[in-house]
């Protein structure tokens, strides 16, 4: 068994070895405590493997581990080492999974870009902020990654690298040893090559064998679903070819028996963009107090105008956030109406050049700050012949049929190509 496992691993570090260097998708990689790993998985008992047995997943560098250093994207943690693993990575231990490295993060999670590369073009962003896992999973290096979302750090970033990505209900996986931006938008993330990998990794962190058990090969994924185009104000500023996608993606599904309408976001939901900006400017302000106070000028600019913004914030305005999210939540089935799930472009283009940035968050940031469960799926390609998302969005608590709508759609995408 201990043969197997080595195999896989020998996969990933081969693929490491050949394209890294170009990619630039790892920060930490410790192949003597990978064969440790495997050495202790070979001796597990058979009734004690795990759904994860032996698969290797990256590590977005903002979750602690006992056994690898952890800098949060920050040269400020350079070699920094935790004494624990963040519950997440706990998870994925007792499920049998290997911790092959940590992956890039951008600075604390927020704007300023580490190295890595898209690998599909390495002169275009993988997208942040998890942009090492994504970059790590599009290229074949690792089957399985984690990272996190609080604007759209993995709806963004999947897009960009033509992988699967999914948000989860806020909350479902915990954050326990997670570096934080904000507290009330921090998501764990995940990324895999397809729906069922992504079903599998977060039942497994979010101890829900539900989300996974209705994506093994041959499952049924139900009847035709209900679908809606909310057209919100982000749609303006998005490309006409993400535009397009989104709605041939929609004529198909109408065609394989779908119910789909379109129609305006209510007035209420239209400003939920600027709110998730307040409250995360905000946040970060408060969560990454240390940093303000004891590092401020090892910070990029980026990051020091978003803490001084939160900071002057006033606590009227943050509790209008609140206010507003509250209120949309409580008339969630107003923008939903009759439909499972709302789709949308993932992002407002193909992934721009490295130098530009990593691009815009705007198409999730209201979902996310409704903290509805997400997914982009590879839909179509722009101008550039570089991938576009489709981004589907469930009510809250409602991640299981989400993933059954994601795998429908997946067959449905695959089918038409």
Known sequence: MSEDIKKITARCRERIEARDSEVLAWKALDWDFVERQIDELAARPMGERGPLFGLPVGIKDIFDTADLPTGYGSAIYEGHQPSADAAAVARLRVAGAIILGKTVSTE????????????????????????????????????????????????????????????????????????????????????????????????????????????????????????????????????????????????????????????????????????????????????LAHEHRCHFDALSQPLRDLLTEGESISAAAYDDTWRRRDECLGDIDSLFGDADALLAPSTLDEAPMFEDGTGDPIMSRAWTLLGLPSITLPCGTGENGLPLGLQIAARPHQDEKLLAIAAWFEQLLASAR
């Open 108 to 287: 604390f999670a927020y704007w300023k870009a580490g190295p890595t590369r898209n690998p599909l073009n390495l002169e275009r962003t993988p997208g942040g902020s998890s942009s090492g896992s994504a970059a790590a999973v599009a290229d074949g290096m690792v089957p399985l990654a984690i990272g996190s979302q609080t604007a759209a750090s993995t709806i963004r970033p999947a897009a960009y690298c033509g992988i699967v990505g999914f948000k989860p209900t806020r909350g479902l996986i915990s954050l326990a040893g997670v570096k934080a931006l904000s507290n009330s938008l921090d998501t764990v993330g995940v990324f895999a090559k397809d729906v069922a990998g992504t079903g599998l990794l977060s039942g497994v962190l979010a101890g829900r064998p539900n989300l996974m058990a209705h994506l093994m090969p041959g499952a049924e994924t139900g009847s035709p679903p209900r679908l809606a185009l909310k057209k919100s104000p982000e749609w303006e500023k998005a490309a006409p070819s993400a535009i397009n996608a989104v709605k041939k993606a929609a004529d198909l599904a109408a065609q394989h028996g779908a119910a789909v309408t379109t129609d305006e976001v209510p007035p209420g939901f239209a400003g939920l963009a600027d709110f998730q900006t307040t409250m995360m400017a905000c946040e970060a302000a408060r969560e």
